[in-house]
T-cell receptor, first 113, second 115 residues
Framework: DQQVKQNSPSLSVQEGRISILNCDYT??????FLWYKKYPAEGPTFLIS?????DKNEDGRFTVFLNKSAKHLSLHIVPSQPGDSAVYFC????????????FGSGTKLNVKP | EAQVTQNPRYLITVTGKKLTVTCSQN?????MSWYRQDPGLGLRQIYY???????DKGDVPEGYKVSRKEKRNFPLILESPSPNQTSLYFC??????????????FGQGTRLTVV
């Protein structure tokens, strides 16, 4: 059973608006969370991360929010741009082994011009 | 240019014929890892390595072997491939330390088909 879940396979947003990508997890031992972006025919690239001691981390247009009690994290992209169109994966690692990662199934974001 | 190079990019093989997918990085990273990507399942970690001669199982290690004899190389070996190993494979590397995955660099992927 997947420990990290992205329940929305796809999301379509208008350019300039906010994109919100969601991720849920089941393992309470997860201590570090990451988001990766993947374009077709390329490997994933690291986007942003957050430690469980924080509830928000910001990097330019990208903000990740962590709600530990709900075991939920989200990635906000503001404003969305057509170049943000890609598949987004969330990933998590456990407290005692930061080298082992669990990924969600991905959400395909389409930003319309 | 910092990069992770996988070879081959595409491979079609037959059941039971041993194959190796190579992975090489030029960033002097200690940590390397292999993933497979399947529709609806996302990326699943196969094996990872913290340094030369140090490897450990990920989430789905069955049917795969790895070795880390040199820091830059981390080949993935399928001793007897089966059709359920048809997948898109990614190799990744990053510095060690906390947390290992933050600055991970991924290769472009190897599309493997086992018939």
């Amino acid at each position: 059973d997947q420990q990290v879940k992205q329940n929305s396979p796809s999301l379509s947003v208008q350019e300039g608006r906010i994109s919100i990508l969601n991720c849920d997890y089941t393992n309470s031992m997860f201590d570090y969370f990451l988001w990766y972006k993947k374009y077709p025919a390329e490997g994933p690239t690291f986007l942003i991360s957050i430690s469980s001691i924080k509830d928000k981390n910001e990097d330019g247009r990208f903000t990740v929010f962590l709600n530990k009690s709900a075991k939920h994290l989200s990635l906000h992209i503001v404003p969305s741009q057509p170049g943000d169109s890609a598949v987004y994966f969330c990933a998590a690692s456990v407290k005692y082994n930061f080298n082992k990662f669990y990924f969600g199934s991905g959400t395909k974001l389409n930003v319309k011009p | 240019e910092a990069q992770v190079t996988q070879n081959p990019r595409y491979l079609i093989t037959v059941t039971g014929k041993k194959l190796t997918v190579t992975c090489s990085q030029n960033m002097n990273h200690e940590y390397m890892s292999w993933y497979r990507q399947d529709p609806g399942l996302g990326l699943r970690q196969i094996y990872y390595s913290m340094n030369v001669e140090v490897t450990d199982k990920g989430d789905v290690p069955e049917g795969y072997k790895v070795s880390r004899k040199e820091k830059r190389n981390f080949p993935l070996i399928l001793e007897s491939p089966s059709p359920n190993q048809t997948s898109l494979y990614f190799c990744a590397s990053s510095r060690t330390g906390f947390p290992a995955g933050t600055e991970a660099f991924f290769g472009q992927g190897t599309r493997l088909t086992v018939v």
